[in-house]
C-alpha cells in the first residue's frame, strides 16, 4: 500500500502586471498550493494475533491428554487440533416457531467456520417463547430466560 503526503511549497509566480490594492487600501498577497506526491515505505506489518490462544491451553501441552482424547473422540484430527476452534450457540427449539429454523442456521454458521479453516463446535440453550407463555404463569420465566441463556453461553465458552 502506498501513502501520499501532501507537502505544502510556496511558489512566487511573476507577473506583468502589477498587483493594485483594493479600494478599501488592504493589501493582497497571492498564495498558491501544490501538491508533491511522497512515496513512503508500507508500515511494519502488526505481529502475528494466535487465534487459537485459548483453545491451545487444551490441546498443545502434553500435560492434557485426557481433555485431547475427548476432542478426539469427537472427530477431530492431529491437524484440527492445531486450528482455532469457534463455539457456536443456538436457541433452536422445535415447539416454538420463531427458533425452530436456528438448527439450520447453526449447520450453515458451522460450514463457514470450517470453510475459514477453523472448528466449529455447536451447542444450544434454552429457549423461552413470550408468544406461547404470554397470559400465563410461564410468560414470568421470559425475562429471566435472558439471563439463563447469556450465562449458559459464557459458561460454556469459559469453561
Known amino acids: 500500500m502506498q501513502a501520499m503526503i501532501l507537502a505544502l511549497s ?7 502586471k502589477p498587483l493594485t490594492p483594493p479600494p478599501n487600501r488592504r493589501r493582497c498577497l497571492l498564495i498558491t498550493a501544490q501538491s508533491q506526491a511522497a512515496v ?11 487465534l487459537n490462544k485459548y483453545g491451545s491451553r487444551v490441546t498443545e ?6 481433555s485431547q482424547a475427548m476432542l478426539y473422540g469427537v472427530g477431530l484430527s492431529e491437524d484440527d487440533m ?4 469457534v463455539g457456536i450457540s443456538s436457541v ?4 416454538n416457531p420463531c427458533n425452530m429454523h436456528l438448527l439450520k442456521l447453526s449447520d450453515e454458521v458451522k460450514r463457514g467456520v470450517e470453510d475459514v479453516g477453523m472448528v466449529g463446535f455447536r451447542f444450544n440453550t434454552v429457549g ?16 429471566q430466560s435472558r439471563d439463563l441463556i447469556a450465562d ?8
Open 152 to 159: 449458559s453461553i459464557e459458561t460454556v465458552m469459559g469453561a
Open 40 to 50: 513512503t515505505p508500507d508500515p511494519p506489518s502488526p505481529p502475528t494475533v494466535k
Open 82 to 85: 492445531s486450528k482455532p476452534q
Open 10 to 16: 510556496v511558489t512566487v509566480i511573476p507577473t506583468n
Open 128 to 143: 423461552v417463547s413470550d408468544a406461547i407463555s404470554m397470559g400465563t404463569r410461564g410468560m414470568s420465566f421470559s425475562l
Open 61 to 66: 501441552p502434553k500435560s492434557q491428554g485426557g
Open 92 to 95: 433452536w427449539y422445535e415447539g
